[in-house]
Each structure stands twice: as C-alpha cells, then as structure tokens.
C-alpha cells in the first residue's frame, strides 16, 4: 500500500489521490508577440529530474483540494507535503544505493525491460 498524507485529512491510500503535474509552474504573461513556440514551452516542457521533484496532488476521494508534495522520482520517498502557496521546506533526496545506480525495487522502473541477448522481444 502506498500511503500520501493529505496536508488536511492526514494519511490516506494512493488511490484517493490523483497527480497533477509539476507545481510551481508559472503561467507566462499574455504577450501580442508570444509564439507558438514559447507558448507549448510553457504547456507541455517539464523538469522531469531523476531525484526531487515539487509536484501537485488533488486528494480526489477527500477533501478535494489541492497541495504540493516533494518526492524523489527515482525512490519514489515522499519527503515532504505542504498546502498550496507555502514555500516548499528543504529536503535532501537519498541516492539511490544499487551497484548499477539505479534505485531499488519500487524505482517506478517496473516498465523497463532490459532484454538480454537469446531473449525474445
Ligand atoms: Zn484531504
């Protein structure tokens, strides 16, 4: 079971909870000028870091409301949720500590297949 704490209910299962992207994202100013390319710059282009990441969470099965969280991507350790428009708290990601580098089991790296040489695709 993977738990989030709702900065108002408390703990609660992931599955009352749905993911709303990066936070702390801007919107540009309205320019006569912007192009089309500045624009999808803003809409589409994220970090994306394999380590901390400031995102937002909507408790969906709760109290409805939005916070922010910081977890690190490649443990998925949630280090740290605070409510919307409070500054986010330092933290220090762990690293992940496996010979390869990559982090252990539960790395959100479950997708990745390495295929070895003899196997089938
Ligand atoms: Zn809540």
Known sequence: MFVITCPY???RDLSEFAYGGEA???RPEWREDMSDAEWAEFLFMRTNPKGILAERWMHAAGC???FNMLRNTATDDILAVYRIGETPPKVEARLPATPSGE???GSGNDAVKIIQPGEGA
Do not use: D
């Open 9 to 11: 209910c408390g703990e």
């Open 24 to 26: 702390h994202i801007a």
């Open 64 to 66: 409805r409301r939005f």
């Open 103 to 105: 982090a252990p089991i």
